[in-house]
């Protein structure tokens, strides 16, 4: 079956701090591998799709990586409005569906 | 990407009764996915609704507990049947969207979600 875990569960960085969470996966072949941002209250926000191991991509102070195994998101001297909880989802290739983790809940204090 | 929108935002509703949600594409669409949201916990498919065919349930998610319409490629609605507190979540509708590697849709997106409270 496939999983998605998702560590830590929770981050408290300080504004400037860089740092990076992970989201390893088991998937019975991998379709991609999603990165939302949930904001309280709000539907999860698109960030960044990944196909395959090596694939790397970059929005602002955010970059996400792939391996086989795992994806890890980089956030570089993140700010205060980078505080929402992180989802990351895999996709396979032999379904629609979305398995999403439990999220990486980040606060970023200044 | 598309733009969704989901009505209503938020209810309170009475134990026993029912509600439907509307969720709202301003594109047309193929597949249209419905998520509950438990309070404090990730995302879970309920189920995937094609226009012109019956919606396939996930586990745990059966048709007279969860009725699902999708009427046209733009439009779908999700009906929460005689609830109780423990159906109190937010309830989120998602479209497939992009044409990415392979042609393999780039991703899905979400409405705003329907925040339900059963009391």
């Known amino acids: 079956e496939d999983q998605v875990t998702q560590s830590p569960e929770a981050l408290r960085l300080q504004e400037g701090e860089s740092s990076s969470l992970n989201c390893s996966y088991t998937v019975s072949g991998l379709r991609g591998l999603f990165w939302y941002r949930q904001d309280p209250g709000k539907g999860p926000e698109f960030l960044f799709t990944l196909y395959s191991a090596g694939e790397e991509k970059e929005k602002e102070r955010l970059k996400a990586t792939l391996t086989k195994k795992e994806s890890f998101l980089h956030i570089t001297a993140p700010k205060p409005e980078d505080s929402a909880t992180y989802l990351c989802?895999?996709?396979?290739?032999?379904?629609?569906?979305?398995?999403f983790g439990a999220g990486t809940r980040l606060t970023v204090k200044p | 990407s598309a733009v969704i929108s989901q009505k209503p935002s938020r209810d309170i509703c009475q134990r026993g009764t029912s509600l439907t949600i509307q969720c709202q594409v301003d594109?047309?669409?193929?597949?249209m996915f419905w998520y509950r949201q438990q309070p404090g916990q990730s995302l879970t498919l309920i189920a995937t609704?094609?226009?012109?065919?019956?919606?396939t349930y996930e586990s745990g998610f059966v048709i007279d507990k969860f009725p699902i319409s999708r009427p046209n490629l733009t439009f779908s609605t999700l009906t929460v049947s005689n609830m109780s507190p423990e159906d109190s979540s937010i309830y989120l509708c998602?479209?497939?969207w992009g044409q990415g590697v392979l042609g393999i849709s780039d991703t899905q997106y979400f409405g705003p979600g329907t925040r339900l409270t059963v009391l």
């Open positions: 594109s047309q669409v193929t597949m």
């Open positions: 998602s479209v497939e």
């Open positions: 609704a094609n226009q012109g065919s019956e919606a």
């Open positions: 989802a895999v996709q396979a290739d032999n379904n629609n569906d979305m398995r």
